[in-house]
């Protein structure tokens, strides 16, 4: 995904915050000030934006960020969490025998849709059909029946029928072999009274289990109203977004989400029948703000979350038995990573004096980020094999380590001698048999 200005200016927001552990008020609103301009510029209603930066504001002030996050993932996780609340999750849709109305203003991409939809449940193993009731569009007819001639789907039409409701009782009679009947409308250029009327009467003819709402996705304003009469007129139950290829992000919609209190649908993404997507919160979200990863980043913070636990859970005098394997050192790198420096650390070990530290080489002691993200990446290359009896690793599985990590071969050994040196130290520590240094590593 191409990442445009407002992404890359709230994305710079948030990397402002790197390394920070808590965010001050100033923080939390050059966030919000950003995200409430990406919103609106994708035409969220003003409403909404307003109540979303409320809840953000709330939330990243009161919440403390967990053990094992940074404040930065932090408050990208309620980001994201508040957004999903605002966009929702998709309409539930069964794939099983079903009557769908579409509804909507003339050009928003009913017909199209119609077929699209169609499109889709057929290549989930049902057999759909198109009944095209819009006599108004000239034009609507050939249009219906080549899309749903493409999508190899049912059809039903009459162009010397000028009555929709006559046209839709037959259609669902025509069609009776399919199980999912997509009833495509007619729409005018506004919301007139006669449009709403023939709505309705196509309703009570057919009695559709879903009536989804189609809105282009470049609505702006104009969306709450819409909404609002579908909704009086017949009961909307979901939203259709079309033409997302565009420029426009579809941010309009959501105001008819939120007034019909109903979910989004489907996405159209194309003239073509197959140019159609199941709405996915995330990949909406992430389009609406400009970011590409906002999913991915709050699974990270949920993930770290996660290890903290089961670093929590770990028991450091396991180390006191048996082998010291490159899991273990894994796990003390990442201890000792929120302890603080190896040095410090060791200093901190009573009775155990300069001793131990004066027989390390100086490097030992430096266990910079960089090179504990290095050895982790390392690390993920290694099998579970090499992870326990890293002694067994030679020459040429250093070799394919470094090619499968993309890092040199030289850290790779820097990593295993410092496997050794570790190994080495935790020997005297077992030698010590001293109960200061299991409560020293608990803490
Ligand atoms: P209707 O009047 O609501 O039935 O609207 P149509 O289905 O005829 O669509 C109006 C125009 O929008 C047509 O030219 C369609 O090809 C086009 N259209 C519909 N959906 C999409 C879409 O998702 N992407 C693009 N690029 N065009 C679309």
């Given at each position: 995904m191409v990442l445009d200005d407002l992404g890359s200016s709230l994305r710079g927001t948030l990397d402002k915050l790197q390394g920070k552990t808590t965010l001050s008020e100033d923080d939390v609103e050059e966030i919000v000030k950003e995200i409430q301009r990406s919103l609106l510029s994708a035409d969220v209603d003003v409403d909404l934006v307003m109540e979303l930066s409320d809840s953000i504001r709330e939330r990243a002030l009161r919440e403390e960020p967990p053990a094992g996050t940074t404040a930065r993932d932090h408050v990208l996780k309620i980001v994201y969490e508040e957004m999903v609340g605002l966009v929702g999750e998709s309409t539930d849709?069964?794939?099983?025998?079903?009557?769908?109305?579409?509804?909507?203003?003339?050009?928003?991409?009913?017909?199209?849709?119609?077929?699209?939809?169609?499109?889709?449940?057929?290549?989930?193993?049902?057999?759909?059909?198109?009944?095209?009731?819009?006599?108004?569009?000239?034009?609507?007819?050939?249009?219906?029946?080549?899309?749903?001639?493409?999508?190899?789907?049912?059809?039903?039409?009459?162009?010397?029928?000028?009555?929709?409701?006559?046209?839709?009782r037959k259609g669902l009679a025509e069609t009776e072999d399919a199980d999912v009947h997509i009833v495509d409308t007619a729409g005018r250029h506004a919301l007139e009274e006669e449009l709403i009327e023939e709505l309705e009467e196509i309703e009570d003819a057919v009695d559709p289990d879903r009536n989804l709402l189609v809105l282009d996705a470049a609505i702006g304003q104009g969306a709450k109203e819409q909404a609002e009469r579908f909704d009086d007129a017949v009961g909307i139950d979901g939203v259709v977004i079309t033409k997302l290829d565009g420029t426009a992000k579809g941010g309009g919609a959501l105001a008819a989400v939120d007034q019909t209190d109903s979910s989004i649908a489907f996405l159209g993404t194309g003239e073509e029948v197959g140019d159609i997507e199941r709405f996915e919160a995330s990949g909406f979200i992430s389009r609406l703000l400009g970011m590409g990863d906002l999913k991915q980043l709050s699974e990270r913070v949920e993930r770290a979350m996660a290890e903290t636990q089961e670093e929590e859970d770990w028991d450091p005098e396991d180390l006191m038995k048996g082998e010291f394997t490159l899991r273990?050192?894994?796990?003390?790198?990442?201890?000792?990573?929120?302890?603080?420096?190896?040095?410090?650390?060791?200093?901190?070990?009573?009775?155990?004096?300069?001793?131990?530290?004066?027989?390390?080489?100086?490097?030992?002691?430096?266990?910079?980020?960089?090179?504990?993200?290095?050895?982790?990446?390392?690390?993920?290359?290694?099998?579970?094999?090499?992870?326990?009896?890293?002694?067994?690793?030679?020459?040429?599985?250093?070799?394919?380590?470094?090619?499968?990590?993309?890092?040199?071969?030289?850290?790779?050994?820097?990593?295993?001698?410092?496997?050794?040196?570790?190994?080495?130290?935790?020997?005297?520590?077992?030698?010590?048999?001293?109960?200061?240094?299991?409560?020293?590593?608990?803490?």
């Open positions: 849709l069964p794939l099983k025998e079903q009557t769908i109305v579409l509804a909507g203003l003339q050009g928003s991409g009913k017909t199209t849709s119609a077929a699209k939809m169609a499109w889709w449940f057929s290549k989930k193993g049902l057999r759909p059909a198109v009944v095209q009731t819009d006599t108004f569009r000239p034009g609507a007819y050939e249009q219906a029946r080549e899309m749903a001639e493409r999508a190899e789907v049912d059809f039903y039409g009459d162009p010397d029928n000028d009555d929709p409701v006559d046209i839709a273990d050192m894994r796990k003390q790198m990442n201890a000792m990573n929120r302890m603080g420096p190896l040095d410090q650390v060791l200093d901190m070990i009573p009775g155990l004096g300069g001793g131990i530290k004066d027989q390390l080489p100086d490097d030992a002691m430096d266990m910079t980020q960089e090179r504990l993200r290095d050895f982790e990446v390392i690390m993920d290359s290694m099998t579970e094999a090499e992870l326990e009896n890293p002694r067994a690793i030679g020459q040429s599985q250093i070799e394919r380590i470094a090619r499968g990590s993309g890092k040199e071969e030289e850290t790779v050994r820097e990593l295993l001698e410092q496997h050794k040196m570790m190994n080495r130290m935790m020997k005297q520590f077992q030698g010590m048999g001293d109960g200061d240094m299991q409560r020293m590593m608990k803490q």
